[in-house]
């Protein structure tokens, strides 16, 4: 890994083709959340790649500007250092777009309140098997709470926008994504699991239970755990632990 002040270089190796890339350098002292414009390049990188892959199959992603199925009901998970990010990035808006972004943000967790499911996604049980796990994603999609940063259906942060947002594709037709749940769609498999990852030096970082938490209810998680999401570490050996968290989920990455 190359650096300088302003960027690092490193090359990924995904399926067995070079990939550049140049990211900004983060802090050498700093929050988890501060290392994610650097982890978001990595992992745009990737994602340019696994389309590049698939459109050379014939199959191109289906997922324009526009169409916003995905952004209208699924409860899209977000770790906890990308809520923190969230958080400030609401706290850093102008007094009234930060209201009503906030205003947004609290009906639908009044909504999760009322439906029994907030706690069970903000307290998440550890023994959580895959069935129930998927029960209560179908619980919270037929409530139909749309992204609090949805306007005109568009992402209103598209460059702050979790790595799952940055992962979903599809190349299947979009009116399936209307219930994902229910129909066929098909996704562009991506090489990388960069949410796994984070959750990964999240963990070993921030220890206790660390899981992802629907978007919609991210300010709430990221206010409730804001001293623990505060913390700061050096930041070049958790950056490395992603990278290697990366390789040792995908055997055809590496780094």
Known sequence: MLKNDRQIQLTLRIDGTPITVHAPQPPEHGRLDELLPALHAIDNAAISHAIRKSQ?????????????????????PVTPPEAFALLKLVEAMPPARRGEVEARFAGHSRQLQDAGLADAFLERDPAL??????SLATAYFQLALACPFLEEDACSIHPQRPFVCRQYLVTSAPELCTDPFANPVEVIAMPLRAASAMLAISQTTLGGHQHTVPLTLALEYARRHREELSRQFDAQPLLRQWLQSLASQQPAAGI
């Open 129 to 134: 098997t895959a069935h129930a796990a998927r």
């Open 56 to 76: 050379a199959s014939g199959a191109a992603a289906s997922c324009a500007k526009g169409c916003s199925a995905c952004c209208r009901a699924q409860p899209v």
